[in-house]
């Protein structure tokens, strides 16, 4: 009887360690599969826009290997696409949307393609209306990348929609087309402006440009903004507060934007 227990015992301990040695093994293919690959992250942020809202219908994210090559060819989804009807006004001031996260083969990534359905809406004084969205707008806008991608490493890009060149006014109908204006960030290159904006009982404007690049965004009801994806270089800041109130508009001038790096302007006075 003692005999059996012994025996028992010692194999259930051979079947733990088996058991133990086989999830090691499993977890290092895992481990060795990911770092044969890279891990693409694309994030969705808006410049502000004259609407009280601009809902996008995001149905997927797709990418290409050749850039050169047709049209229709070599076209993949990202996967795992965190679709759905998004407000781009909510997507200011430093917010962005994750749209997604996934791992890609090594190797060239030429384009980047943002693929919308047909539910897309404008809301003015209140009142939603739809917006009109040619097909070869929903087949997808290409945003040219023509970057190679490394095993194991991750390269984030953000993808900053522009809401008042994105709307037009279909003619004499009265409706809306929208035809999206998307700046393509790769955020590996880019920095960050942040401050805030005092007095803050109303939104302002604030807007980073110079002569290749323009990014804007709208104050918190804090008066603290963020202005990301800011390729490097030397920008002007102008800060505008909302009409009405009296304040005149400020600027800042000859700030630089390092690669990597955050540049904080701490508070910015408008009187």
Not at 204 to 218: E, P
Not at 246 to 258: F, R, Y
């Amino acid at each position: 009887m003692i005999s059996r227990k012994l025996s028992f015992r010692k194999f259930t301990s051979f079947l733990m360690a088996a058991i133990a040695l086989t999830t090691f093994a499993s977890c290092s293919d895992d481990d060795t599969q990911n770092d044969k690959n890279a891990r693409v992250v694309v994030h969705m942020t808006d410049a502000p826009g004259d609407y009280d809202a601009v809902f996008v219908d995001v149905v997927d994210v797709m990418i290409k290997a050749d850039a050169t090559a047709s049209d229709d060819a070599g076209w993949t989804s990202l996967g795992g696409i965190r679709t759905g009807v998004y407000d781009l006004l909510s997507l200011t001031g430093g917010v962005t949307q994750l749209l997604a996260d996934a791992e890609v083969p090594p190797g060239p990534l030429g384009q980047i393609r943002l693929v919308l359905g047909n539910n897309n809406t404008v809301v003015i004084n209140g009142e939603s209306q739809p917006l009109s969205t040619p097909s070869a707008q929903q087949s997808g806008l290409k945003l040219q990348v023509n970057q190679t991608l490394e095993a194991g490493e991750m390269y984030e890009f953000l993808l900053d929609f522009d809401v008042d060149q994105s709307i037009v006014t279909a003619g004499s109908s009265g409706g809306f087309i929208l035809k999206p204006v998307i700046r393509l960030a790769a955020m590996e290159g880019t920095g960050t402006i942040t401050g805030e904006v005092q007095p803050s009982m109303e939104v302002s404007h604030v807007k980073a440009a110079n002569s290749a690049n323009t990014i804007s965004a709208y104050t918190d009801a804090n008066g603290n903004f963020s202005l990301n994806g800011v390729p490097a270089g030397t920008y002007q800041i102008t800060v505008t507060p909302k009409a009405g109130l009296g304040l005149s508009v400020k600027t800042v001038n000859n700030v630089v934007v390092a690669s990597g790096a955050t540049v904080d302007l701490d508070v910015i006075f408008v009187d």
